[in-house]
């Protein structure tokens, strides 16, 4: 069995949101694979009983914030008794990539991301592949928590359906294949989005009305 976690924040404040890119993904796996099935709640998350090539799958969405994400995968791991190394993956944003593309990795380090952060330390530094998925670079003016809680612009449409069908399919490579197939196959060299995420600016606010909103800020 294999369990396969899109990382985002749940609520109708953050749908389509870059942070969300994971949950997107998961979507469309479901569209694929677990369409007509009924969604359950447990592990403090939306789970999709799915088949991918034959190999029984978990689909996940946590619905704890994504500071807290390590809650979910840890309690369907241990339930499981899955090896986070060949049984686990993980599909989270990246500001690294530009919109449309994504990366498979082995393993690799949390990079600031407070929900791979948190699966680190709930699993103990195992190591467990993730498909890293492009929501674009920041631009100047902001600083790393409000972009990746913006939203897609209407111009970003195309690559946002485009990178979100791709993680998909690698996904799927990488049920079917392997995780190395499945990096020799998607992990196009890509010019860096613009943006640079190490200015510090002062923060542009989405909303601070909203007490959530200024959780997952201070959080992220």
């Known amino acids: 069995m294999k369990l396969i976690v899109g990382l985002g924040n749940p609520g109708a404040l953050y749908e389509r949101t870059r942070h969300n890119a994971g949950f997107l993904a998961v979507d469309e796996l479901a569209r694929r694979h677990a369409a007509g099935m009924i969604p359950k709640a447990r592990f403090n998350a939306v789970t999709l009983d799915a088949s991918i090539g034959g190999e029984k799958v978990l689909l996940m969405k946590p619905t704890t914030f994504m500071n807290l994400s390590g809650k979910s995968v840890g309690e369907a791991v241990r339930f499981f008794k899955l090896e986070p190394t060949e049984e686990l993956l993980v599909i989270v944003d990246e500001i690294a990539l530009p919109v449309g593309h994504v990366r498979v990795r082995e393993k690799?380090?949390?990079?600031?991301?407070?929900?791979?952060?948190?699966?680190?330390?709930?699993?103990?530094?195992?190591?467990?592949?993730?498909?890293?998925?492009?929501?674009?670079?920041?631009?100047?003016?902001?600083?790393?928590?409000?972009?990746?809680?913006?939203?897609?612009?209407?111009?970003?449409?195309?690559?946002?359906?485009?990178?979100?069908?791709?993680?998909?399919?690698?996904?799927?490579?990488?049920?079917?294949?392997?995780?190395?197939?499945?990096?020799?196959?998607?992990?196009?060299?890509?010019?860096?989005?613009?943006?640079?995420?190490?200015?510090?600016?002062?923060?542009?606010?989405?909303?601070?009305?909203?007490?959530?909103?200024?959780?997952?800020?201070?959080?992220?």
């Open 108 to 220: 690799g380090g949390a990079n600031g991301h407070n929900g791979l952060s948190d699966i680190d330390r709930v699993l103990g530094g195992s190591p467990y592949p993730r498909i890293r998925v492009g929501v674009g670079g920041m631009p100047p003016g902001w600083v790393k928590a409000d972009w990746v809680l913006s939203r897609y612009t209407d111009e970003e449409a195309v690559d946002v359906k485009s990178g979100t069908g791709e993680a998909a399919d690698a996904a799927e490579c990488v049920i079917r294949e392997g995780l190395k197939p499945a990096m020799n196959r998607f992990n196009k060299k890509v010019a860096p989005p613009e943006g640079d995420d190490d200015q510090k600016p002062e923060s542009k606010q989405i909303n601070t009305n909203r007490s959530d909103t200024d959780q997952i800020r201070t959080e992220q």
